[in-house]
Structure formats: C-alpha cells, structure tokens
C-alpha cells in the first residue's frame, strides 16, 4: 500500500514532500542539540512543535510556516503530494518519544532522555537525509492490519 492511497482525514490537505523533509532536517538538529546539551527544556520545545502538526495541523507546525514562506515559493509547485494523514501520525510518534524525553532529562532518568530523544533522532535523520518517513511506514502497516482484522471479521 502506498502512502498516497491512505485517506487523510478530511480538512487534511496534501503536503509537499519536501516540506516534510524540511522539518525532519530541523528536527534533526533540534534533536542533536538536545543530546549534546542535555537539554530537556529544548525537547520540551521540540515537543510542542510536534504537538502543533499533530493536532493542530501540519500547516501550523513552525517548520512548515517556514518551508512555506522561505523556502516554497523559490522551489515552485511541487511534483507531486503526500496525504497528511501519515505525516500527522509521525508527529504523534515524535511527541511521545520528545515528551518521554522530557520527563527523563528534567526529573534526572537522563538515560531516559538520552535514548527517548536518539530514537526521535533517527526517524527524523531517516526522513531528511533518505525521504523514509518511519511514522508514515508504521501507520500504512496499521492501516493495512486494521483492513485485514476488518475483513476479517466480516467474512
């Protein structure tokens, strides 16, 4: 199943492919900052940004205000579109490994932290240097268990 057959919830529109690599690369920094400074209040930071495109909205992300008004409109219109739904459900995987991450780095689980914020690391470094997104390839695998557990049950 590709991830452009998934359905987006409705309101969701498509997204630009190279905006969503754009914020994985922020990300990415944002996480390195985090592990080299130990810095739970900039994961914390990083945490609210993924909450804003996971429940928000992705146009509402930072990240996506700035791909959008720098780095757009010099690029043009993009060769083609993913649904958001996915890249939303990414968001909502890198919240709760940044808001783990929190709780590790400011209560003093500082391994904790540490290994919450590499695996958030890794996903966004996959995404920006390679376009594999890991939260959108986990919710096209859910997608395609919940169609067979359904189809199941009604056979």
């Known amino acids: 199943m590709s991830l452009r057959r998934v359905p987006a919830r409705p309101g969701d529109p498509p997204v630009d492919p190279r905006g ?12 390195a900052l985090v592990l080299l400074s130990g810095s739970g209040w900039l ?13 928000v909205g992705l146009r509402f992300s930072p990240y996506s205000v700035l ?6 409109p010099r ?4 060769s083609e579109k993913e649904e958001a739904a996915p890249v939303r ?4 995987v890198g919240l709760v490994f940044s808001v783990a991450g929190v709780v590790g780095y400011l209560t003093g689980l500082t391994t904790l932290g540490v290994v919450a914020t590499a695996f ?14 890991l939260g ?12 067979r557990n359904e189809q199941g049950a009604t056979a």
């Open 20 to 31: 969503v690599r754009f914020s994985a690369a922020v990300t990415t920094v944002v996480l």
């Open 43 to 55: 994961l914390a930071a990083q945490a609210v940004v993924f909450a804003l495109g996971a429940f």
């Open 67 to 72: 791909f959008r008004v720098l780095l757009a």
């Open 75 to 78: 690029l043009g219109p993009p």
């Open 89 to 92: 459900f990414s968001q909502t």
């Open 120 to 133: 958030a690391l890794a996903a966004a470094f996959l995404n920006a240097a390679f376009g594999f997104c």
């Open 136 to 147: 959108c390839e986990m919710y096209a695998l859910i997608a395609r268990l919940k169609n």
